[in-house]
């Protein structure tokens, strides 16, 4: 079945560390996007990317990078620089086409604690 | 840029109906979502909005004004398990990057 898998589901951090969370969608979506969610919060966008080998910075990117070296794959790195990553993180694809355009598929999500 | 502003959370009666509305500012605009959310697992698709009217998906119908920057989501014959928090969010035009923003979601409270 067509999906997005996040993963790891469960991930823990230690000070200073880099870590990077995987996404893979095999839907054929162009757009791709990163989301982190605080306890009681809403989802705030980290990066976006409309196209391979292109994205762009979302409200609060700071202290992640990311990649998009093939269509189906867009991985987060949340660096060391992000002194307050604990979240759960979200990973989406939408189709920007006719077609499924009008959903946005979600990954299950990646509990990101630090320890 | 985009905005968007949902109440932060309501209460209903189980059997009841409830709206909950959204307004948004883009400076494009490419379809409106309503998504569910429960605590810890991932959103789910409610429905869809890309021209102006109602929406109607079983007990639930979304309804979207673009020259008003507004929707509402209708939940009707609310069930206890309708509990959750309601997500609405923004696409921004592909030409434009494609953003999508969500808000901070309406946590909805079902009460026997």
């Known amino acids: 079945d067509g999906g997005i898998t996040q993963s790891p589901k469960y991930l823990f951090r230690k000070e200073g560390q880099n870590v990077t969370l995987s996404c893979e969608q095999n839907?054929?979506?162009?757009?791709m996007y990163w989301y982190r969610q605080d306890p009681g919060q809403g989802l705030r966008l980290i990066y976006y990317s409309q196209i391979v080998n292109d994205f762009q910075k979302g409200d609060i990117a700071e202290g992640y990078s990311v990649s998009r070296e093939k269509k189906e794959s867009f991985p987060l790195t949340v660096t060391s620089a992000q002194k307050n990553p604990t979240a759960f993180y979200l990973c989406?694809?939408?189709?920007f086409g006719t077609g499924s355009g009008n959903t946005i598929y979600f990954g299950e999500g990646s509990w990101l604690t630090v320890v | 840029g985009q905005n968007i502003d949902q109440p932060t959370e309501m209460t209903a009666t189980e059997g009841a109906i409830v709206q909950i509305n959204c307004t948004y500012q883009?400076?494009?605009?490419?379809?409106l979502f309503w998504y569910q959310q429960h605590a810890g697992e991932a959103p789910t698709f409610l429905s869809y909005n890309v021209l102006d009217g109602l929406e109607e998906k079983g007990r639930f119908s979304s309804f979207l004004s673009r020259s008003k920057g507004y929707s509402y989501l209708l939940l009707k014959e609310l069930q206890m398990k309708d509990s959750a928090s309601y997500l609405c969010a923004v696409r921004g035009l592909l030409n434009q990057g494609g953003k999508l923003i969500f808000g901070q979601g309406t946590e909805l409270s079902v009460k026997p």
């Open positions: 839907l054929n979506h162009d757009a």
């Open positions: 883009t400076s494009g605009f490419n379809g």
């Open positions: 989406a694809s939408t189709d």
